[in-house]
T-cell receptor, first 110, second 115 residues
Framework: EDQVTQSPEALRLQEGESSSLNCSYT??????LFWYRQDPGKGPEFLFT???AGEEKEKERLKATLTKKESFLHITAPKPEDSATYLC???????????FGGGTRLMVKP | DTEVTQTPKHLVMGMTNKKSLKCEQH?????MYWYKQKAKKPPELMFV???????INESVPSRFSPECPNSSLLNLHLHALQPEDSALYLC??????????????FGEGSWLTVV
């Protein structure tokens, strides 16, 4: 059974304090590891897709990386507006169905 | 801004009411999805439509009835819901279903409260 686990569940950072969010996965025939950002009461906003181990993608203060067993979302010098829940999801080879992790709630204090 | 539009944003309904949630996308995507999300939980897949045909029903109770009138529109008809069905209902779309690596784009969601 496909499984995606995110850690930590919640993370409090001071503005400017860099850190990483972890996403461990066991997805049969992984066909894409997806990162989304979700603000309270809103739908998930697509951030990145990673397809193969060693791949990296960046967007502003965010950088996503992928190994054979996990993905990291690195946040460099975060700002309060980066506060949100970050979801990762694995797409399997059974047809683009996503298995979501539980999410990491990030709070960045000024 | 998301290109998947959902209406209404908020809906309060009684357990005997019939209501519908609507979703529209203009990205030319051929796969559309309904997800349900409870507070502090990840989205859970309910239905998948591929080329306007229902391809996946994740054992959803019959009080939820999906409909795909055309490739741009997706509805979720609600009838005789229970208070535990209160949640954020998310519509999503992707270029294709069943193709690997397709990105799924979500709408803003419809908040449903059943009283």
């Amino acid at each position: 059974e496909d499984q995606v686990t995110q850690s930590p569940e919640a993370l409090r950072l001071q503005e400017g304090e860099s850190s990483s969010l972890n996403c461990s996965y066991t997805v049969s025939g992984l066909r894409g590891l997806f990162w989304y950002r979700q603000d309270p009461g809103k739908g998930p906003e697509f951030l990145f897709t990673l397809y193969s181990a060693g791949e990296e993608k960046e967007k502003e203060r965010l950088k996503a990386t992928l190994t054979k067993k996990e993905s990291f979302l690195h946040i460099t010098a975060p700002k309060p507006e980066d506060s949100a829940t970050y979801l990762c999801a694995g797409g399997n080879n059974a047809g683009n169905m996503l298995t979501f992790g539980g999410g990491t709630r990030l709070m960045v204090k000024p | 801004d998301t290109e998947v539009t959902q209406t209404p944003k908020h809906l309060v309904m009684g357990m005997t009411n019939k209501k519908s949630l609507k979703c529209e996308q203009h990205m030319g995507h051929r796969a559309m999805y309904w997800y349900k999300q409870k507070a502090k939980k990840p989205p859970e897949l309910m239905f998948v439509y591929s080329y306007e045909k229902l391809s996946i029903n994740e054992s959803v109770p019959s009080r939820f009835s999906p409909e795909c009138p055309n490739s741009s529109l997706l509805n979720l008809h609600l009838h005789a819901l229970q208070p535990e069905d209160s949640a954020l209902y998310l519509c999503a779309s992707s270029q294709e279903a069943g193709l690997t690596g397709n990105t799924i784009y979500f709408g803003e969601g419809s908040w449903l409260t059943v009283v």
